[in-house]
């Protein structure tokens, strides 16, 4: 089904789904949610992570789903857009040698929903900002904001990520999503300007592990801040290990449907650890913190 079909459909009748049985798959994945963040060793948060994909895979298709919140998992993030044609769910494995391995599902806005899973493929590229995937060779990420907009006649919605990378580095990206003519998800598209640069398909920002990268959209502003990041090291290459933040400030700005980029902003500098005029709307699921034993 084209997209223009499905915003067909959201404005169609939307059924009632069967709040028992959606609560039972829900009571489910709070364990499973759970123990994908608690569990002690790699195999048992594995399990847990098979176990949310073969559940989301039941209850996502269930006739009128959609409207569930499932609003109690706390490891899952779930973005829905402002037109609600679709939303998408994604979540993340940590492994005790310091990756990350992500899952994450599309489900569209139909009194029988389809899914589109998402398959991390993330670790096969080697030039991760180049590439235009299609949803089963995704690279993954964690997913807080969700930002649509136009360009020519077409809809995209920029997605803010985090990814915990490896050992050494976080990430975090701008990433574009599409849906071609069949309603098929795509990630990545070349809307970024950049002066004297060709235009990447996404954005990606490597920043050292014990640092902190401020990523938000303002959209009274129609920008995207970012901090700008350094290597310690003096290291001039693009994917330095050891960068962090200096405290000066750049951002993208949607300009014609292009996000086009805003050199170090006014040269406004951190006072107090904050960065003046920028509203931060960092991702507010708790990323994988173990409780504590008791």
């Keep these: 089904m084209s997209v223009q079909a499905q915003k067909k459909s959201v404005s169609a009748q939307v059924p009632s789904f069967d709040y028992q049985k959606m ?54 993030a779930i973005m829905t857009p402002e037109d609600k044609t679709f939303r998408i769910f994604t979540w993340q ?116 592990k014990d640092a902190t990268l401020s990523l938000s959209y303002v959209e009274s502003e129609k920008q995207i801040y970012f901090d700008h990041l350094v290597s310690l090291s003096g290291n001039p290459e693009p994917d330095a290990f050891d960068k962090v933040p200096d405290g000066t400030i750049e951002a993208y700005k949607l300009v014609k449907g292009k996000w086009r980029h805003v050199n170090l902003i006014e040269y406004e500098r951190r006072e107090n650890g904050d960065v003046p005029n920028v509203v931060k709307e960092e991702q507010t699921k708790q990323l994988y913190q173990p409780l504590p034993p008791r």
């Design 93 to 208: 494995l940590a492994f005790d040698n310091g990756t990350f391995r992500y899952f994450g599902v599309i489900q569209s806005n139909e009194a029988k929903p389809r899914l589109q899973p998402l398959v991390d493929y993330g670790d096969y590229y080697e030039f991760v900002d180049s590439v235009i995937v299609d949803a089963d060779r995704w690279i993954g990420a964690l997913y807080y904001r969700i930002i649509p907009f136009k360009s020519g006649k077409n809809n995209y919605y920029a997605l803010l990520g985090w990814d915990g990378n490896n050992a050494v580095t976080n990430r975090k990206y701008i990433d574009i999503l599409w849906f071609d003519k069949d309603g098929k998800a795509k990630f990545g598209y070349p809307v970024f300007e950049i002066e004297n640069q060709k235009s990447p398909c996404r954005i990606v920002l490597d920043y050292k």
């Design 23 to 76: 609560k039972t798959f829900h009571d489910s994945l709070k364990v499973y949610n759970r123990q994908i963040v608690n569990d002690t060793t790699d195999v048992l948060r594995s399990e847990a992570a098979l176990k949310i994909i073969k559940t989301f895979s039941k209850a996502l298709r269930e006739e009128g789903s959609f409207q569930y919140p499932f609003d109690s998992l706390t490891s899952i």
